[in-house]
């Protein structure tokens, strides 16, 4: 996967611990993306950057902490999570030209015990 | 509420057959609707964009737009079992050109 890459690619973690996820997109793009897909549940989104910019939260509990140094790098620092946060954690990038393609990376699978 | 809504299936064609997926948005002022196909296990994948009213063809798939009745549909001409997956169609929002708003996505199964 050379467009968007996420590490890692699976994560097991207690509620205790803090982990983070990385993200990178070799695509020139100037917006990233993380959403959380859970299973019976559509795409949700939780964070947008544009140019480095957090241009949206959508509602996310603290727990989750989104960081984007620059346009390339985008991480979710994780913290005393909750079982109902075990999902498919992906992150996308666009060009911000229309139509504005999102383009995913492979995801991480968190697991919360 | 705004919603993109599309019927869970599974929906179950004969190997060769046409697949139909189907979609309906609540936003009127959307402009950008995609078709994503996933993987069990992987993450979503672009099939193709639309955002003209009419058709749009790519290959085996159609994407068709009908913003009046705010519909968009996919459909696979000579199904094969390897385009088994889930299918998500998702919609700008019209706040915001780079937000999308998805649905819930509807298993195709390709019986050989």
């Known amino acids: 996967e050379t467009g968007v890459t996420q590490t890692p690619r699976h994560l097991v973690m207690g509620m205790t611990n803090k982990k983070s996820l990385k993200c990178e997109q070799h695509l020139g793009h100037n917006a990233m993306y993380w959403y959380k897909q859970s299973a019976k549940k559509p795409l949700e989104l939780m964070f947008v950057?544009?140019?480095?910019?957090?241009?949206e939260n959508n509602s996310v509990p603290s727990r989750f902490s989104p960081e984007c140094p620059n346009s390339s790098h985008l991480f979710l620092h994780l913290h005393t999570l909750q079982p109902e946060d075990s999902a498919l954690y992906l992150c996308?990038?666009?060009?911000?030209?229309?139509?504005?393609?999102?383009?995913f990376g492979p995801g991480t699978r968190l697991t919360v015990l | 509420q705004k919603e993109v809504e599309q019927n869970s299936g599974p929906l179950s064609v004969p190997e060769g057959a046409i697949a139909s997926l189907n979609c309906t948005y609540s936003d009127r002022g959307s402009q950008s609707f995609f078709w994503y196909r996933q993987y069990s296990g992987k993450s979503p994948e672009l099939i193709m964009f639309i955002y003209s009213n009419g058709d749009k063809e790519d290959g085996r798939f159609t994407a068709q737009l009908n913003k009046a009745s705010q519909y968009v549909s996919l459909l696979i001409r000579d199904s094969q079992p390897s385009d088994s997956a889930t299918y998500l169609c998702a919609v700008n929002g019209s706040g915001a050109t780079n937000k999308l708003i998805f649905g819930t996505g509807t298993l195709l199964a390709v019986q050989p």
């Open positions: 950057y544009n140019f480095k910019e957090q241009t």
């Open positions: 996308a990038s666009t060009p911000g030209t229309f139509p504005d393609t999102q383009y």
